[in-house]
């Protein structure tokens, strides 16, 4: 297993980052066909594998992986998709970007480098999962009615504890079933699946990109989306469950590790706030990772 403090033949150490060079070897698809998703992630080893094999199945073909120095690396974890060509991974320490956020330079990272490899990447976090509604059955389905907009910003569905004090057996969709009614405005927030063909680089937040001049991005409703909220909710056709809490447990965990953008450090009192104010019971998730 490689690791940066093993290296093995076919990595090597490169501006504090650990780098397997195969990593970096494009895939030779053609491009309409590739939808990429990255994340920028630390210490959340127990939470990735369910994450690609959800997104796999929807029809997403590469993952890239951004370890943000997790004290174990995630490699080890993911060695089979590596091995497959599924996941692109790399551990890094040091970084270098103008917001200052290892978030952001990991998503940065990700569309410069490998971007134009996919005409769609999804930039979304671990704890985030996408569902599709309305028959949709797969990513490409959907993608391809937005094809002349910048992105599609999918809004939040957030998600309690649903009374987890420890760590629960399973996975996190069987899991975690309470959330917010559906046009609470904590789900304005939305996330980006970003045309590749029109965006530049990574905004201010981990909600918001720079396209090219008179392209935008918008919501599922073909609504213009300038900020890292929409106006209203728009969850008819793709919604993007957010496992914000988990459990009490895995929560704690979350607040030692801080913010992945570096914004904000969420303390019990948010996870309390979360917990009373999700009050809809919601299963479409729950049982198995299948499309809605």
Known sequence: MLSCSNLTAGS??????CVCERWATASSEPNSKLRGMSSDLKNQQDDVREWIEHHHK??????????????VP?????????DAGVVIYKYFVEYEHPSGYAQSWAYDQCLQRYGSSHRWMAFIDADEFLMLKQGYQQ????????????ALAVNWLVFSSSGHIRKPQGST????QHCFPTDNGVNRHVKIIANTQYTVEAGGTPHEF????????????????????????????????????KSLQEF????????????LVKDLNFFWMIDTQATELCLQAAGSMQVL
């Open 74 to 82: 995630m490699v080890n974890q993911l060695y089979d998709f590596i």
């Open 139 to 150: 990513l490409p389905d959907l993608l391809r009615e937005y094809e002349m907009h910048a």
């Open 173 to 176: 969709l069987q899991n975690y």
């Open 58 to 71: 929807l029809g997403a073909s590469k993952f890239y992986v951004m370890d943000n120095n997790s004290t």
């Open 210 to 245: 720079v396209y090219s001049e008179g392209k935008h991005a918008v919501d599922a409703a073909f609504n213009k989306v300038d900020s890292p909220f929409t106006k209203t909710v728009q969850a008819d056709k793709v919604v993007l469950h957010h496992y914000v809490l």
């Open 12 to 17: 090597h150490l490169k501006n504090g980052m």
């Open 252 to 263: 704690e965990s979350k607040m030692l590790r801080g913010a992945a953008h570096g914004t």
